[in-house]
């Protein structure tokens, strides 16, 4: 069965850091774009960061440009999603999918991060 799961997610304090990770199974994960979105309460969920399968290119959403970086290990099967400088703003249920030629085709169920003092 295919499978996205994130992990990582936890309650950090503003100016701190955390590391998710999204481990794939059920498909040929390096052909996939591999992409973290997140949605806050009363917001509509946006685009953090995307990463091509090529393990080059990348893009980020504006809000998160020079906090936040995306990288993967093909060998591994997972995407990493590196949070500094964290803001209570940032906080969020954090979404990793999967996307083959600009269509998404998979979903993983999401961690939660939260910003607090």
């Known amino acids: 069965q295919v499978q996205l799961v994130e992990s990582g997610g936890g309650l950090v304090q503003p100016g701190g850091s955390l590391r998710l990770s999204c481990a794939a199974s059920?498909?040929?994960?390096?052909?996939?774009?591999m992409n973290w979105y997140r949605q806050a309460p009363g917001k509509e969920r946006e685009l953090v960061a995307g990463?091509?399968?090529?393990?080059?290119?990348?893009n980020y959403g504006d809000s998160v440009k020079g906090r936040f970086t995306i990288s993967r290990d093909n060998a591994k099967n997972t995407v990493y999603l590196q949070m500094s400088s964290l803001k209570p703003e940032d906080t969020a249920v954090y979404y990793c999918n999967a996307r083959y030629r600009s269509v998404t085709y998979y979903w993983g169920q999401g961690t939660q991060v939260t910003v607090s003092s």
């Open positions: 990463i091509e399968s090529t393990d080059g290119p990348t």
């Open positions: 059920g498909f040929t994960f390096r052909k996939y774009a």
